[in-house]
């Protein structure tokens, strides 16, 4: 599988002629929002809302879960992740067994993976904010997340088309595959039943997630109901994307990337159900906020500004190199039991903590 596969430009041929430019803008000039299938602009939409308005309400951000542990040991947003990612597991193994998506597996490309994910890790401390909780905290009111998401635009765009292309596809290259060509997963790696190998990380998990200490009111959603409906959301999005268009599940990389490109270049040719599906979010991360009165528009300190922006430039750009952000592939493709996506995951993690420890506990 080629990624990613949206900037990729189908098999037209450019002649010399052309640029890359005139092409993207004339092939959106027949793309417009009216001709979208509705299912596809449904679909995307619903589960857009949907997901923000979870998010918003149980908290949900990677960074804020690695914060919270690192600097507080209060490990409950990271035990609501950890949930998440069984729940979505089982979902992933259901829709699968019941044939209703043919789900795509993530290839073993363990230096991008590695390199991509730690990046994105150290990228998600600087901005304050993951992917995922960057586009909710939009619809909150948050107007640094708006200059997080610029950001973030450009460094995906920069390494999915632009100059760390070159850089991005080299490190992309050393993949690791099984005998016959095909993804690792827990799975082929261990011979067993997915059934079996979720069943043993679901014994795992409770082990760590029954430990969890109770929670002070703070106006959320508890973590066991956050996590068991952000997990709900991922299986939902793989079967939903797969409505209108191909099955990508939820993500926040290359989507983000393209909704600064397509009005600005046509690039890609058409509206995506994953660029609708971000749409959403901070619509559903306002309703929330707005019918529990915590929406208010929050202005970041201008001191802040070049740090936040470097941020989600690093995030950005890490996320394609990394083949994913931390939900599309720390729990949309770790549902699939792929060790590549798993792998990113706990370079992220890794990337992330060592952050934490760089800026505020090595000199305590």
Request: aromatic share 8%; net charge positive; proline share 5%.
């Amino acid at each position: 599988m080629t990624w990613p596969r949206p900037y990729h430009l189908a098999s037209r041929k450019v002649n010399s002629h052309e640029t890359l430019t005139a092409i993207c803008l004339s092939a959106s000039m027949g793309v417009a929002m009216g001709d979208l299938p509705w299912p596809l602009l449904v679909s995307a939409l619903a589960v857009g809302i949907v997901f923000g308005y979870v998010l918003q309400r149980g908290g949900f951000c990677l960074t804020r879960a690695l914060s919270n542990a690192v600097l507080m040991r209060d490990g409950n947003i990271l035990r609501a992740y950890l949930l998440a990612l069984l729940v979505a597991m089982i979902g992933v193994q259901i829709i699968e067994t019941l044939g209703l998506v043919d789900i795509p597996l993530r290839p073993l490309r363990w230096v991008s993976n590695v390199v991509g994910g730690a990046l994105f890790g150290v990228g998600m401390i600087l901005s304050g904010g993951c992917s995922a909780g960057t586009w909710y905290r939009v619809g909150e009111g948050a107007a640094g997340a708006l200059v997080v998401l610029v950001g973030f635009a450009i460094g995906a765009t920069t390494a999915g088309i632009g100059m760390l292309a070159p850089v991005r596809t080299m490190l992309q290259k050393p993949v690791i595959s099984l005998g016959d060509g095909g993804a690792v997963t827990l799975t082929s790696v261990t011979g067993l039943s997915p059934w079996i190998v979720i069943a043993a990380l679901v014994v795992l998990g409770a082990i760590w997630l029954r430990r969890g200490r109770p929670e002070p009111e703070h106006g959320k959603w508890p973590w066991p109901m956050t996590g068991v409906a952000v997990g709900m959301m991922i299986t939902v999005g793989w079967w939903a994307s797969a409505v209108g268009d191909r099955p990508v599940g939820i993500t926040f990389a290359a989507n983000t990337g393209h909704l600064l490109t397509y009005p600005m270049v046509g690039y890609p040719n058409r509206v995506t159900w994953s660029m609708l599906m971000a749409l959403g979010v901070p619509v559903g991360a306002f309703i929330a906020a707005w019918t529990t009165g915590t929406f208010g528009w929050k202005w970041p300190a201008a001191s802040s500004l070049a740090k936040i922006f470097g941020g989600g430039l690093l995030m950005g750009a890490a996320a394609l190199v990394a083949e994913g952000c931390n939900i599309n592939q720390g729990l949309t493709n770790s549902a699939t039991l792929a060790v590549g996506s798993l792998l990113t995951f706990a370079s992220m993690c890794a990337g992330a903590c060592l952050t934490l420890w760089w800026m505020f506990l090595r000199r305590s």
